[in-house]
């Protein structure tokens, strides 16, 4: 069974950046809504404060779960714990400790610092966690972890490449983890350099031009995989979306034409 095709809602994009991309609550109900009944099996939204600033605030992140599935939103919704969030890994481990609401899973940056111990509070909580791992153009012919990253360094840390973090991490509950590797391309060798990861399930997503071409791959090798307005603003064709529904709709039809082969292995299933 192929796994669930996520929808990435509003991502780190502002209002300027389109009237199609929602921001209020609202507006990200109607388009959870609408990406659920065209084809995604998860929402990946940005909670906003009302003057559009992300937040991890239990004021802000509960009122938009609570909305959600009120609205009868029943597959599992992911909000990002980051930089983008909460600049200080302190702050962000006491935002989510205070949460009242909790999401289904939370979205990690093995780039950032305090990634580790995000990862663990969340499990603790009993949030499922998505190690969010960039992977750059080198990781084609990776024989091991240090090469597997390309030349992606580790965003916020400029030390040790975010893959490489999230190998080491001795997490405490691998069933409730997920690594969400976003490649720069679509290299067709990243299957091969990640078959050495620990067995957790992966999504593939990318963004802007990489966004179609990542989505094929992930059917390829029978991976997760993301699309939404906030990863890209274009269909297949070229031609702008108007909707999260519309381009769900488009990457049903792009998975169903590019199917993994029988018997394909996903990246870290073994």
Known sequence: MRPPLQVSLNGSRGAAEGAAVPMSPEDLV???????????????????TPCGRESLSPRVVGPLLEALRGAGIGV??????????????????ERVRSWGVLPDRAAVHFGEPGAEELARTLLNRG?????????????GGAGSPGAAGGGT??????????????????????????????????DPALVAGLRWLPPVPVLLCGREAAAWPVLRLAARCGAGA???????RHLPDGRPARSNAELVAAAVAELAATAAPAGAATAGSR
């Open 30 to 48: 109607e388009a959870a809504l609408a990406a659920v009944a065209a084809g995604a099996g998860e929402v990946l939204v940005h909670p906003r």
């Open 76 to 93: 599992p919704v992911v909000v990002p714990a980051g930089v983008g969030t909460e600049p200080d890994p302190a702050g962000r481990l």
């Open 127 to 139: 949030v499922a966690v998505d190690a969010v791992v960039p992977l750059g153009s080198g990781v």
């Open 153 to 186: 360094a580790g965003r916020g840390t400029g030390e040790v490449e975010p893959l490489v973090r999230f190998l080491a991490w001795p997490a405490p509950d691998h069933a409730r983890v997920r690594l969400v590797a976003e490649p720069a391309a679509a």
């Open 226 to 232: 993301r699309i939404g307005l906030g990863d890209v």
